[in-house]
């Protein structure tokens, strides 16, 4: 990344003279790398620590156009390292715009510390007008119903004391955002006296909970005993130790394996015991292999009771026994329904799943020799790399997939964000930095931020980074590209272009069908076309080098091959791929 933005001095080290130095010393302290930001005057004395007291270094500054890219971006890094990065929000009108990237962590269950700032809270150092708009009495009841913790401590003592529990909460597994708002006249107050900062490291999280000997003892009992163990792994850490467990414990037991597209990568999806290719909704073979399981068993798996609804209506009758590992329960509440309905467990572990892993691989080595894998047919389950029939003149969403794995070969890529027309069934997840997720809450701009998080996170890793974008997510972030150029962040952006808001086109048709009303017009108020929005010119503004549209096969991979060429020099390309309107797997729509 570049070196940017630099003082031409600082503050004496270790001088620390305002309240709010106190608050840029913590995040030295807690060894925050770097901090999102788009400016306010809430936080100007923040700011001016950052800057003049710390030198703009540990943590770097990114200067951010738009408070959803601020979040976006802290969410991305924390995709790839599983480890917190801050962002801060100015005062209320900040927060509310940067509300829609916490609440995308929140479901992700990513760690962010997000910073914030309101007041002056004494009324009387407040300016007229604008500081009265901008002070809340109670700013942290915007985003606590997402959010694990917030805090707005009102001495320089207590912003220690609160940026402490902040990080070990949000770092305390399960992971998620936390929030510490700190009152502008605190920011702005001359220290009278020296305040103590002890050494974090005695406030550190506690390891991820284990399971008990017993539960491990059953769980092991039950995959001796069953003849189609089904294993679902959704969410996991980016250790490599974990994904070598994951795949020891798969083939031990001969256990058939799904994973998710929605969640990072997990579990090779080549593997022959990965038994479909990584997908939202389950296809027919799918529900046939889940309907054949005489054990089930979720770790973590993201909405397991949603999973077997696609097999039955009433899943209190599912024959197989079931067990679900996770401690995703700790984060629920009564405001978001991100906890999902609840699924019949037989055997609930309260556990981190990859904890649990390494308890358990052990005890069935021990217990029996390595068993064949019955419902695998000995070879990966992902298709050819072959395009559509009309290759030569056009592109299918899928083809964007096929292209990236053609051109891929034997390098590693990491694919930052793939729009819901992916596939999964070509392109293969081989290792915990191949695939980064979804974006948590299914809300459209979180991609471009997103993307140049996990390029802040990978930028020494010499692995070039990819994010294939839906234009609605990709017109409304847009600007998350200017931070990315701004920096030097390299990513090949490719945006997979089918000028509709075509998912709300398919719920029109979906509520036509019905109501018996005409299909033909499921495009009206969803068509972004008339004039076409010129994604290069927009890219090319924010300073990103960028092509297109690109409009059939040939074009797209050599400019595939350019925009590799440019991101291995160390910059963001944008590549504006026209694609056919489509799904390789049509979502579910209410009423099917």
Known sequence: MKELERPLSKAAPN???????????????????????????????????????LGNGSPQMLLCLHEDHVVSIAHGYAKVTDE???????????????LMGIFNAWCDRMPILALGATGPVAADKRRPWIDWIHTAKDQGALLRDFTKWDDEPRSAEAIVGSMLKAYQMSTTAPFGPVYVCLDAGLQEQKLDRSVSIP?????????????????????????????????????????????????????????????????????????????????YWLNPKAKELVKGSDLIISFDWVDLNGLLLQISKKTEDTVAKVAHVSLDHALHNGWSMDYFSLPPVDVPVSSD??????????????????????????????????????????????????????????????????????????YAFRDPLDFLGHDGGAGLAAGPGITVG???????????????LGDGDFMQGVSALWTAAHYSLPALYIVSNNRSNFNDELHQEAVAKIRSRPVENRWIGQRIDQPQLDFAGLARAQGV?????????????AAILRGLKIVEQGRPYLIDAHVVPGYATPPLARGE
């Open 199 to 279: 050494e974090p490291g005695r406030f550190r999280a506690p390891p991820a909970p284990s399971a008990s000997h017993e539960q491990v003892a059953e769980l092991a009992d039950l995959i001796a005993a069953a003849k189609t163990p089904l294993f679902l792994f959704g969410r996991g850490s980016r250790s490599q130790e974990a994904w070598d467990r994951r795949v020891s414990l798969v083939e031990h037991t001969g256990a058939a394996v799904l994973t998710s597209i929605r969640e990072r990568s997990v579990f090779p999806t080549d593997h022959p015991q990965h038994a479909i290719p990584p997908s």
């Open 454 to 468: 996990v390029s802040l996170a990978m930028k020494d890793s010499r692995r070039p980074v990819i994010s294939v």
């Open 84 to 98: 917190p990065m801050a962002c801060v929000l100015h005062s209320n009108v900040g927060l509310m715009h940067g």
């Open 545 to 557: 080098e960028a092509e297109g549209p690109v409009k059939n096969v040939p074009d797209l991979e």
């Open 15 to 53: 001088d620390m003279g305002w309240g709010s130095d106190v608050a840029a010393e913590m995040l030295r302290k807690l060894n925050i790398k770097y901090l999102s930001l788009n400016p306010g005057a809430s936080y100007r004395g923040f700011h001016d620590s950052l800057v003049n007291y």
């Open 353 to 426: 799943p990859d904890v649990l892993i390494s308890q358990l691989l052990p005890v069935l080595q021990k217990s029996f020799t390595k068993r064949p894998a019955t419902r695998s047919a000995g070879k990966s389950t992902l298709a050819p790399a072959e395009y559509s029939a009309k290759a030569a003149t056009e592109i299918m969403p899928r083809d964007v997939e096929v292209a990236l794995e053609k051109i891929r070969g034997s390098r590693k890529f990491s694919m930052a964000h793939t729009t819901i027309g992916w596939a999964g069934d070509v």
